[in-house]
């Protein structure tokens, strides 16, 4: 159980595109999911809250124009990369929490490549 | 102070061997630690989930919270090669609105 989908695993894009990023809780219904940037050899940075139904919350330092996240249901949240750059280049990583649990399960995260 | 700090490695010991990973913080709020496993490219794999102090553990793993300390550990008896990734210790406090991350170790087990 408790399992995260999150597609694609690894895109490609040219600068000046828009990226989406699916995230979906295959088995259980996440009120609240997370995404996460992650670069090499480096801890995760949150990026930003998504509670279903409402805005996101973003992070200090994160622009939320660039960063488009959209909570429809209780199991998928997207992030829209708009306007790609070759600094948006990262990994990204999706989270899930359970309801009435405190765990978070993650994605498997997504490759981007900005050329 | 970062609130949660944990030594980045990298760690390097023979197949076999006892590996210990350890995490201080400094939020007394923090009830709920985790320990999550990454291996390159991939998202992070919860290992192990644990509320408040004492131990836990599962097969090769054990996991240790002491809050008086503020310090929570890690064991990986009987090391395999594919135990060789990131490790990761997570903290959160009740509301469990937001996970903290430690930097993550860096684990590497030799044949």
């Known amino acids: 159980g408790a399992v995260v989908s999150q597609h694609p695993s690894w895109v490609i894009c040219k600068s000046g595109t828009s990226v989406k990023i699916e995230c979906r809780s295959l088995d259980f219904q996440a009120t609240t999911m997370f995404w996460y940037r992650q670069f090499p050899k480096q801890s995760l940075m949150l990026m930003a809250t998504s509670n279903e139904g409402s805005k996101a919350t973003y992070e200090q330092g994160v622009e939320k124009d660039k960063f488009l996240i959209n909570h429809a249901s209780l199991t998928l949240s997207t992030l829209t990369v708009t306007s790609a750059h070759p600094e948006d280049s990262s990994f990204y990583i999706c989270?899930?929490?359970?309801?009435?649990?405190?765990?978070?399960?993650f994605g498997a995260g997504t490759r981007l490549s900005v050329l | 102070q970062k609130e949660v700090e944990q030594d980045p490695g990298p760690l390097s010991v023979p197949e076999g061997a006892i590996v210990s990973l350890n995490c201080t913080y400094s939020?007394?709020?923090?009830?709920?630690f985790m320990w999550y496993r990454q291996y390159s490219r991939k998202g992070p794999e919860l290992l192990m989930y644990t509320y408040s102090s004492g131990n836990k553990e599962d097969g090769r793993f054990t996991a240790q919270v002491d809050k008086s300390s503020k310090y929570i550990s890690l064991f990986i008896r009987d090391s395999q090669p594919s135990d060789s990734a990131t490790y990761l210790c997570a903290m959160s406090d009740s509301s469990a609105s937001k996970i903290i991350f430690g930097s993550g170790t860096r684990l590497s087990i030799r044949p």
């Open positions: 989270s899930a929490v359970a309801v009435a649990k405190n765990i978070q399960y």
């Open positions: 939020n007394s709020a923090f009830q709920y």
